[in-house]
């Protein structure tokens, strides 16, 4: 542990104006607070504070960062008050040690799902003061040394699965690039210790048949650099265990396939030698094609900057390069931490330059809703294809990118997603079909009648979602099927003057081979099993009107053909059966085909419809037709669907249907297909007179401010 002397040595051999009294004051305090404290490893509670302090001197942290690391946990473990802290150690450090308390305090709050919520605490802590979170890594970095004396397996997990998720992205992000790799790598053996021994064993294993390989290399090296002046350091390492991790997996190769496992560094004075040495590298040995990596003149985000370049080295193996300033080097190592001005005031400085992005997080984080940016640019960097979300409560639920509202609903409850009316996405309604986004609060609002609508499924893309809404869409059906069946059976009952009873038509029911009497009437609703034949079966005697009856049966699917929308079209046999396809909407201006289909007559299809494709083979079923340009003298019009999103406000209807009565159309039909506070999805027929005169009504709706989105509804 570290003694307090050396402690007030370190802070003063980097701030010579640091108040050493203070120093020696919070490392007593610490000391008389946590008194016999006892951590899990059996050493005295404040080694621990004592311990971060002395991560944060190597950070070369200000004099107020080092006090609030001595008295880190005071406020929430010991008697220490606020009012305390801050009458011995003034009202910075009182604010700070307030900001580390609440910190830990969320931590333990919600035992559930509490990642999240961390992740959001952490957020906000951090945009007050960056020196808090500061404190808090190093906290975590000296809990994660000591973590293997913890002897719940289970908290060990935790804990480590929560370092490699949000502190290390943390610590990255910050471009603290030393720490992000002590976190990973601890983490990595609580959380793989398998594989993380079997790394290690490998490595030694090299190391051993390979001898001083990299002090070899080295020094070939610092010969080969020796052009550029006396000036130049050479490292030489193995690559962290948990980086030729992640490489096995990410490229799903064995450790023996990994063919740079030694990674080499050159540091010199200026930018210039940068470039200077890279050549020299070229030069002597065969680049390796993509390696190449210029961080110098495009700096990552986080304000890192080098030159990578990946060669086969001196000794003939694959070696990686980095090349870079002093001061390149000191950012690459200490992120945010190495611009610290800590002699004129207090308060973190950014660097404009390097560190644009944690101003603008900054920012953003003024703005709480936005916080979710920043969850999405650490620790979702690792999850590309997923997105995390959560409830109000914050349960974390963890979807596929694209997912809506109504995913998130069915991730809840299938009971949630089949009654969802509505949603509020951080604390706004927006429409469900909305396209969920990292860190998002999802609040998915239900009402009891509410039932799944077959549209949600066109947009869902989870396979829970799609399933249950289908699985109620086919119950659905089945329930209107056995109506309609039931109702076909009972008309004939009664045209052929007989008392419906159903007895009877149980007993036929091994004859259509049924197993119920609903399993009966869904076919006969869906047609598979024509009434008729039901009937007969069961009273022959009547079958002199099986005629009329089958007439009765086909005039339901007819309904479609009224005799005056043959007129519009030229080339039809007068009184044939007809439809216009959804697929394209055809109306009068298009170029158009008929098709003959089994059992709905003609379908008119635009001529670069693509579903003619399917009928491409069949030149048999093609008809040659065209609009009739003047039936008597009456201008025919044609309805179009359109799916129109709108503001859900009282007058929104109003000035719809003035603005399409305005443009010279009407509406001949309207429904709501989603209604959720503050939106409606409405699908309209508007009646048009062709596509010159659909482009006019579309337009006129879509200058409207109550009109959120509008498409027409084809292909
Ligand atoms: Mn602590």
């Known amino acids: 542990m570290l003694r307090q002397f050396e402690l007030v040595e370190r802070v003063k051999s980097y701030d010579p104006t640091a108040d050493e009294d203070g120093l020696n004051r919070a490392y007593v305090?610490?000391?008389?607070?946590?008194?016999?404290?006892?951590?899990?490893?059996?050493?005295?509670y404040f080694s621990h504070p004592v311990e971060v302090a002395g991560i944060l001197t190597e950070y070369k942290l200000d004099y107020a960062t080092i006090v609030t690391a001595l008295l880190h946990d005071t406020m929430e473990d010991t008697a220490a008050s606020h009012e305390d802290i801050e009458k011995l150690f003034g009202s910075e450090v009182a604010f700070l040690v307030e900001g580390v308390t609440k910190l830990s305090k969320i931590q333990a709050?919600?035992?559930?799902?509490k990642q999240a919520e961390n992740f959001r605490k952490?957020?906000?802590a951090m945009s007050e003061d960056i020196r808090v979170l500061l404190i808090k890594l190093a906290d975590r970095l000296h809990n994660m040394r000591t973590l293997h004396f913890c002897k719940k397996e289970e908290k060990r997990l935790r804990i480590a699965r929560e370092t490699l998720d949000i502190y290390a992205p943390l610590a990255e992000r910050l471009g603290m690039n030393k720490m992000k790799d002590e976190l990973e790598d601890l983490a990595f053996q609580q959380l793989h210790p398998e594989a993380y021994q079997s790394i290690i064993s490998r490595l030694n294993f090299l190391r051993e048949k390979g001898g001083d390989l990299i002090e070899r290399i080295v020094q070939q090296l610092e010969e080969d650099v020796r052009e550029i002046g006396d000036d130049a350091d050479v490292y030489g390492r193995e690559k962290r265990p948990y980086s030729i991790w992640r490489k096995m997996q990410r490229q799903n190769i064995s450790f023996e396939q990994i063919c740079d496992i030694m990674a080499f560094r050159v540091v010199v004075p200026t930018v210039a030698d940068c470039y200077h040495v890279l050549g020299i590298i070229h030069t002597k040995y065969p680049m390796i094609p993509g390696r190449y990596k210029d961080y110098i003149s495009t700096p990552k985000s986080n304000g890192y900057q080098s030159l990578h370049t990946g060669v086969i080295g001196p000794v003939k193996q694959r070696i990686e390069v980095q090349i870079r300033t002093r001061d390149m080097h000191e950012v690459a190592e200490l992120g945010v931490a190495a611009h610290w001005e800590y002699k004129q005031n207090m308060a973190p400085t950014v660097d404009g330059k390097k560190f644009r992005w944690m101003r603008e997080l900054l920012d953003l984080l003024n703005d709480s809703s936005n916080s979710d940016e920043f969850l999405e640019n650490t620790k979702i960097s690792m999850y590309n294809d997923q997105i995390f979300c959560f409830t109000p409560k914050g349960d974390l639920f963890n979807l596929p990118k694209d997912a809506t509202a109504i995913d998130f609903a069915y991730a809840v409850?299938?009971?949630?997603?089949?009654r969802c009316v509505g949603v509020k996405i951080n604390g706004e309604i927006r429409p469900l079909r909305t396209i969920l986004q990292n860190g998002d609060q999802v609040e998915i609002l239900t009402s009891k009648t509410q039932t799944p609508s077959p549209e949600w499924e066109r947009f869902v893309v989870t396979a829970k979602a799609k399933a249950a809404i289908r699985r109620f869409i086919r119950n659905q059906k089945r329930t209107q099927f056995t109506e309609l069946g039931k109702s076909l059976i009972q008309n004939l009952y009664k045209e052929n003057k007989v008392a419906f009873n159903d007895k009877e038509i149980e007993a036929v029911l091994t004859h259509f081979k049924k197993d119920s009497l609903d399993d009966l009437y869904v076919m006969m609703g869906e047609g598979i099993v024509l009434p008729s034949d039901v009937f007969y079966k069961i009273h022959p005697e009547k079958r002199s009107t099986l005629q009329r009856v089958v007439e009765i049966f086909k005039r339901k699917p007819n309904k479609i053909n009224k005799s005056e929308k043959n007129n519009l079209i030229k080339g039809l046999v007068s009184g044939i059966a007809l439809h216009y396809s959804r697929c394209c909407h055809p109306v009068p201006g298009d170029k158009i085909v008929g098709i003959v289909t089994t059992g709905k007559g003609v379908a008119i299809h635009k001529a670069d419809c693509n579903m003619l494709k399917k009928y491409a083979h069949e030149p048999e079923r093609w008809l040659d037709i065209e609009w009739n340009d003047n039936i008597d003298g009456v201008e025919r019009l044609f309805?179009?669907?359109?799916?129109?999103?709108?503001a859900d406000k009282p007058n929104a209807l109003a000035t719809i249907s003035t603005a399409v009565s305005k443009a010279g159309s009407n509406i001949s039909h309207l429904f709501t297909t989603e209604k959720s506070t503050g939106f409606m999805e409405l699908s309209m027929d508007v009646d048009i007179k062709n596509t010159a005169h659909l482009e006019e009504v579309i337009a006129a709706l879509k200058a409207l401010p109550v009109v959120v989105s509008l498409t027409k509804e084809s292909n």
């Not at 409850?413 to 089949?418: K, P």
């Open 122 to 124: 952490l957020v906000l």
């Open 29 to 44: 305090f610490a000391v008389k607070m946590h008194g016999s404290q006892k951590r899990e490893s059996g050493d005295p």
């Open 109 to 113: 709050q919600s035992e559930h799902n």
């Open 413 to 418: 409850h299938s009971n949630v997603g089949d």
């Open 639 to 646: 309805p179009v669907r359109v799916r129109i999103t709108v």
